[in-house]
């Protein structure tokens, strides 16, 4: 790519201008070449993590676990523990805190598969304290903070050697418990779905973007979270892509938002754009919470209300949602890692008044396999009806679940359904 100079080499006085030039063109080469191996690194971590976490087992729910939540019942504790979506906190179902709605609730055998998922213990219950009833499942919540004490003490410089890495292998972690290889192998996929191993990449990919979060630079917190090199994350990664270092770790930082609320069809209604586009579509019944929601999206990002300059963005999507705009075009600058801007772009190709599920969204991009993260993609969409997550039901029609709702998703598609029907009659009255 560039030529190479030699340190040792003497130039004289003829040489000055020449060796000047090509150490400005290695210069500017380095600083492209290190801009790529940044995207490169954090692509294959964001590929592997996102991996590990898809991959995590819920329970699932039965009445009697629901029953045990809403009586607080001690005796359930140690059997399950829950998390709540809308918060992002787990709980043991004794928990004194005010009980969630139950279409947030999701069900965990252990805490371990719930930290797995992003959620984070409760402080008032303390479910991560609590022992399992099953002799099996407190085999697997021993390993995992076996597994999760000795990856935090690679962090420490001291510790950082090849010789403590070697200790962390599925047989040292069997011998702990005085059970085979096999059958911890075998007790983890049943209990939480993931292998030792996944957890421990989870873990370790949790690690490393706390230390990206903070500002360590990308070698320092590769090697702090336990990778010796970045071929580590590559042999492990699957195939679809991630974010770049940068966007991961600025929050929204450098984004001017300007955002309004206002009154819709269905409830309190909030657009945030940018000058390029809109980066925020949500509803909900309280301006607070829907201010709220919009600083956790974009944390570092300069938010400003602005209801006369938002006019025309608040105007369009209400019109839409009225019936009046059916084909609903508008930009949209949004920070997603390139999975989730391939899924978006497939949802905007929904014909207005159609449905699709999420099996066929995935076929469409190519990923046939991977339809929870379609599902999860459209989870996090947060330009709601500008990119149409509610046009995904699950193969048996069911609606499945809607981040403002069931009875909104509902509502929007009894709407489209119902002006798709009524154009043709119209056209054939014109006629």
């Not at 309280?286 to 963005?313: C, F, H, I, V």
Request: charged fraction near 30%; charge should be positive; aromatic fraction near 8%.
């Amino acid at each position: 790519m560039f030529q190479a100079f030699d340190s040792d080499s003497a130039f004289d006085s003829d040489s000055a201008f020449a060796f000047a030039s090509a150490l400005k063109k290695f210069a500017r080469e380095n600083r492209i070449a290190a801009r790529h191996r940044f995207r490169y690194f954090y692509l294959i971590t964001t590929m592997n993590s996102r991996r590990v976490r898809h991959a995590t087992k819920t329970l699932k729910p039965t009445p009697a676990m629901w029953r045990a939540i809403a009586a607080r019942d001690a005796a359930a504790d140690g059997k399950f523990v829950f998390g709540v979506r809308s918060t992002g906190i787990y709980c043991k179902p004794h928990c004194p805190a005010r009980r969630p709605l139950r279409k947030n609730v999701v069900f965990f055998a252990l805490a371990a598969a719930a930290e797995d998922q992003g959620f984070r213990a409760c402080k008032r219950c303390k479910p991560d304290t609590v022992r399992p009833c099953d002799p099996r499942v407190a085999v697997v919540a021993r390993v995992c903070r076996e597994i999760e004490n000795r990856i935090n003490a690679e962090s420490d410089a001291l510790a950082a050697t090849n010789e403590a890495r070697s200790r962390l292998t599925l047989e040292s972690l069997a011998r702990t418990e005085r059970v085979s290889a096999d059958q911890l192998e075998r007790s983890f996929k049943s209990v939480i779905g993931i292998s030792p191993r996944q957890y421990a990449d989870s873990h370790r990919m949790r690690h490393l973007k706390d230390r990206l979060q903070t500002g360590d630079d990308v070698t320092t917190a590769l090697y702090d979270a336990g990778f010796g090199s970045s071929s580590r994350l590559y042999e492990r990664a699957p195939t679809h892509l991630g974010m770049t270092p940068a966007t991961y770790r600025q929050g929204g930082k450098g984004m001017d938002i300007q955002y309004a609320i206002s009154d819709s069809p269905l409830g309190r209604l909030l657009v945030a754009a940018t000058a390029k586009g809109v980066s925020a579509v949500y509803f909900g019944d309280r301006d607070a919470a829907l201010k709220s929601s919009l600083e956790k999206e974009y944390p570092r990002a300069s938010l400003a209300e602005n209801k006369n300059g938002m006019q025309k963005w608040v105007r369009t999507i209400v019109d839409h949602l009225r019936g009046r705009e059916p084909h609903l075009d508008l930009p949209t600058d949004v920070q997603a890692t390139a999975f989730q801007r391939r899924v978006w772009e497939e949802l905007r190709r929904i014909p207005y008044g159609s449905t699709r599920t999420y099996s066929h969204v995935a076929n469409a991009i190519g990923r046939p396999r991977a339809i929870r993260a379609v599902a999860r993609a459209c989870a996090t969409n947060p330009t709601s009806i500008v990119v149409p997550c509610h046009r995904v039901v699950r193969s048996d029609g069911d609606l499945a679940g809607y981040r403002w709702g069931a009875d909104r998703k509902a509502a929007l598609l009894k709407r489209e359904a119902a002006e798709s029907d009524s154009k043709p009659q119209a056209h054939a009255a014109a006629e």
